[in-house]
């Protein structure tokens, strides 16, 4: 059974900095592309950051391009999503996700397994 375990969410002030980890279990995660979602109150989930297998190719939202940096560790079956200088605006419940390939886009449909999200609120 896959799952995904997202950590680190919390309560902060703007300009702070949290560190997200998405911890999964059920399969083979080193194989798969990763993405962050995240959504806020009446608003849809929306693409923050994806990166391939490896680690590499990674690929941001203008939003957070500069301020969030993801990143793996295959070998602890686990993601993360350094966020620095933290905005009201990020204030949302952000997700996990891993796709079924390697390689990914940024679409929400390209992703199969999500975690439950993260609650982060930051404030001005």
């Known amino acids: 059974q896959v799952q995904l375990v997202e950590s680190g969410g919390g309560l902060v002030q703007a300009g702070d900095s949290l560190r997200l980890a998405c911890a999964a279990s059920?399969?083979?995660?080193?194989?798969?592309?990763m993405a962050w979602f995240r959504q806020a109150p009446g608003k849809e989930r929306e693409f923050v950051s994806r990166?391939?297998?490896?680690?590499?190719?990674?690929v941001y939202d203008d939003s957070v391009k500069g301020r969030f940096t993801i990143s793996r560790d295959n070998d602890k079956n686990t993601g993360y999503l350094q966020m620095n200088d933290l905005k009201p605006e990020d204030t949302a419940v952000y997700y996990c996700?891993?796709?079924?390939?390697?390689?990914?886009?940024?679409?929400?449909?390209?992703?199969?397994?999500w975690g439950r999200g993260t609650q982060v609120t930051v404030s001005s």
């Open positions: 059920g399969y083979t995660f080193g194989n798969s592309a």
């Open positions: 996700a891993v796709a079924d390939a390697p390689f990914s886009d940024s679409r929400r449909e390209s992703y199969h397994y």
């Open positions: 990166c391939s297998w490896s680690g590499r190719s990674a």
